[in-house]
Nanobody, 126 residues
Framework: QVQLVESGGGLVQAGGSLRVSCAAS????????RGWFRQVPGKEREFVGG???????IYSDSVKGRFTISSDNTKNTVYLQMNSLKPEDTAVYYC????????????????????WGQGTQVTVSS
């Protein structure tokens, strides 16, 4: 089992920045990919970005160029740096971990992730 805990959400004005973190504990020995997703009420959880164990990243078109994912594998922590935030970025942000231990792989599909955090609210005011 892997436990994921997000932190760092909050309220920010449009154009501002925020960084959320995701710390993993438990069976963290495998070299798995991590993903970030977000969800607003009434909508499906959508992919934001992901990072492979060795640091390769992918992003959704809606956040590309504004958001950056990084990781510190010594701390089993992944970060989502969000810049130039927009009101439409308001959502609950979830981190996720896959169980497929390909150190180069990173995934967009929710079904590729087995473990999920509890989510952290990010609110961007206009």
């Amino acid at each position: 089992q892997v436990q994921l805990v997000e932190s760092g959400g909050g309220l920010v004005q449009a154009g501002g920045s925020l960084r959320v973190s995701c710390a993993a504990s438990g069976r963290t020995g495998s070299r798995y990919a991590r993903g970030w997703f977000r969800q607003v009420p009434g909508k499906e959880r959508e992919f934001v970005g992901g990072i492979s164990w060795i640091g390769g990243t992918i992003y959704s078109d809606s956040v590309k160029g504004r958001f950056t994912i990084s990781s510190d594998n010594t701390k089993n922590t992944v970060y989502l740096q969000m810049n130039s935030l927009k009101p439409e970025d308001t959502a609950v942000y979830y981190c996720a971990a896959s169980t497929m231990s390909d150190s180069r792989a990173v995934y967009r599909d929710r079904s590729d992730y087995k473990y999920w955090g509890q989510g952290t609210q990010v609110t961007v005011s206009s």
